[in-house]
């Protein structure tokens, strides 16, 4: 056999969310270790070995890259596998990010306060704990605020806040929502939201797109939309760009994919968050490569095996992608999908709902009910056909 197609590359989780991965893995021809701790995770079934570890779990998971002699090691699009893909590649002396770097990139707080050390505070915050003085808190602050865990993910326990007496409760939830977690409260910036996709390779920035997002009104910002290429004025993503570079080296990020989100205020980009990975919500796995023909999952896994990644157009396209947001309560229909899938542009709808099934509140991007992905030869063609076809998708669904 070919040697090259006997180097190993872990893949840490296995849900669907790692299943671009581990098929872009295998395309390359890489021998694929996958690790989640669930024995059901739909990304097993395609790997050459899985183990059930935790992808929290970082010494488990370095015993199941020592005993298979892994050559590099990856994950996409899920915040808590970041630490253990850099802990992994620290000890091993593969290719990626430190676990310093890991380590800060994963706490909103550490950010805030790397960054403002390094004169790039961008927005007032304190951190705060459920058991503090939250009335005399609530006191001395300046409203509206954003209130978050500090190790969140998909916009679960965020809340705007906008009078001192909802604050000790805003806390309470937003620790709650995050099993207890400490929690950060921001200076509330307005404006329209981005993310900036992209790889950092031997300290090159290479940024793939910038990204306008949908997201819904206070108190929750839940993300409801994405399109690529952002429709922006080019001086504001030459200042998008540039903040990015200057936060990633700031934050000591090396060798990894990115994901950064961004306010567009009147006076510039102000950063939001930063993740050490590839975006989620389709962006980097769908919309990215319908756009512009640059696969970054693939990029990201090679990447990780100490390939330089190959970023370079091949398209200037536009992609877009709307998801499902229902009425809460129970299905008592799911229209078929022929008219929907017959608007011009469309290449995917997905529904992850049926009769019988419950629908809660939109809270965070958990509620989201599926989407419907679409090109377009510009941003306005594909986010209008996404909404052209959501409009065709009859799902129904009563009080419970």
């Known amino acids: 056999m070919n040697a090259y197609k006997t180097r190993k590359v872990l ?4 849900g669907e969310y790692q299943v671009p991965a581990i098929i872009a893995a295998k395309k390359a021809g890489y021998f694929v270790v996958a690790t989640d701790i669930s024995p059901d995770a739909p990304g097993f079934a395609i790997s050459d070995v899985s183990a059930c570890v935790d992808i929290k779990d970082v010494e488990g998971t370095l015993s199941v890259a020592r005993a298979e002699g892994v050559e590099g090691v990856v994950s996409v699009c899920v915040d808590y596998a970041v630490p253990s893909v850099a802990y992994v590649a620290q000890e091993l002396g593969l290719v990626g990010l430190s676990y310093e770097a890991a380590r800060v990139c994963r706490s909103k707080r550490l950010v805030r306060e790397r960054l403002k050390a390094a004169g790039l505070s961008g927005v ?3 951190t705060a704990r459920r058991d503090d003085d939250l009335e005399q808190m609530s006191r001395r602050l300046s409203y509206p605020v954003i209130v978050k865990p500090e190790y969140g993910t998909g916009s679960k326990g965020v809340t ?6 909802a604050l000790p409760d805003a806390v309470i939830a937003s620790s709650d929502a995050s099993a207890g977690e400490d929690v950060l409260i921001e200076e509330y910036v307005p404006g329209p939201e981005v993310s900036v996709e992209g790889l950092i390779y031997k300290g090159r920035v290479n940024i793939v797109a910038v990204t ?7 108190p929750f910002f839940v993300e409801i939309g994405h399109t690529v290429p952002s429709v922006l004025p080019i001086s504001d993503i030459s200042r998008i760009k540039e903040l990015s570079a200057t936060v990633l080296n700031a934050l000591a990020v090396n060798d990894t994919a990115f994901h950064i989100e961004m306010k567009i205020t009147p006076d510039g980009p102000k950063l939001i968050e ?13 919309l990215v490569p319908l756009a512009t023909g640059v696969d970054m999952v693939a990029a990201a896994v090679g990447l990780a095996m100490g390939e330089e990644p190959s970023l370079t157009p091949l398209r200037y396209k536009a992609a877009a992608v709307r998801f499902l947001t229902p009425p809460a309560g129970r299905v008592v229909r799911v229209g ?3 008219d929907a899938y017959g608007v011009e542009g469309v290449k995917e709808i997905r529904i992850n709902i049926g009769v019988g099934d419950i629908i809660y ?6 509620d989201r009910m599926g989407h419907v992905i679409a090109l377009g ?3 306005a063609a594909a986010a209008k056909a996404c909404e052209e076809a959501l409009k065709k998708i009859a799902i129904e669904t009563v009080r419970c």
């Not at 893949?11 to 296995?14: S, T």
């Not at 306008?212 to 206070?218: A, E, G, H, Q």
């Not at 509140?361 to 958990?366: D, G, K, Q």
Request: overall charge negative; charged content about 20%; aromatic content about 2%.
């Open 11 to 14: 893949i840490i989780g296995a």
């Open 124 to 126: 007032s915050f304190e």
């Open 160 to 165: 705007l806040v906008g009078s001192p007496d």
């Open 212 to 218: 306008d997002k949908i997201v819904t009104p206070p």
């Open 274 to 286: 930063v993740g050490c990975r590839l975006g989620g919500g389709t962006i980097t796995t769908d």
């Open 336 to 338: 078929a999908l022929d």
């Open 361 to 366: 509140p939109l809270r965070s991007s958990a």
């Open 377 to 379: 030869e510009n941003s």
